[in-house]
């Protein structure tokens, strides 16, 4: 079994920055890609930012451009969320995923097998 498990969720002020980790445990598993999500309340699940384990390519959702930086420890297998400049509306709990079906850059939710529980980020002013 795979276990997904995110940290460094927390309370933070508008303007601060924090970093979310996510590592992979359990029986061994192809990452092919390893993705952010967040979902605030009354809302759907969206991406925040992705990064294909092979060659680190990486995807960012518009509204985090600039402000986050994905990045992967391959023999940790963990992966990282870098958020600077939070923002009121960053508030949200945030998931961590993984794709061990296909060889890609996934950036939606559906492309995802694994998940976490998710951590809650709540930015305050």
């Known amino acids: 079994q795979v276990q997904l498990v995110e940290s460094g969720g927390g309370l933070v002020q508008a303007g601060d920055s924090l970093r979310l980790s996510c590592a992979a445990s359990g029986r061994t598993f192809s990452t092919y890609a390893m993705g952010w999500f967040r979902q605030a309340p009354g809302k759907e699940r969206e991406v925040v930012a992705a990064i294909r384990w092979s060659d680190g390519s990486t995807y960012y959702a518009d509204t985090v451009k600039g402000r986050a930086t994905i990045s992967r420890d391959n023999a940790k297998n963990t992966v990282y969320l870098q958020m600077n400049s939070l923002k009121l509306e960053d508030t949200a709990v945030y998931y961590c995923?993984?794709?061990?079906?296909?060889?890609?850059?996934?950036?939606?939710?559906?492309?995802?097998?694994?998940w976490g529980q998710g951590t809650q980020v709540t930015v305050s002013s």
């Open positions: 995923a993984a794709d061990s079906l296909f060889q890609r850059l996934a950036i939606r939710e559906s492309e995802y097998d694994l």
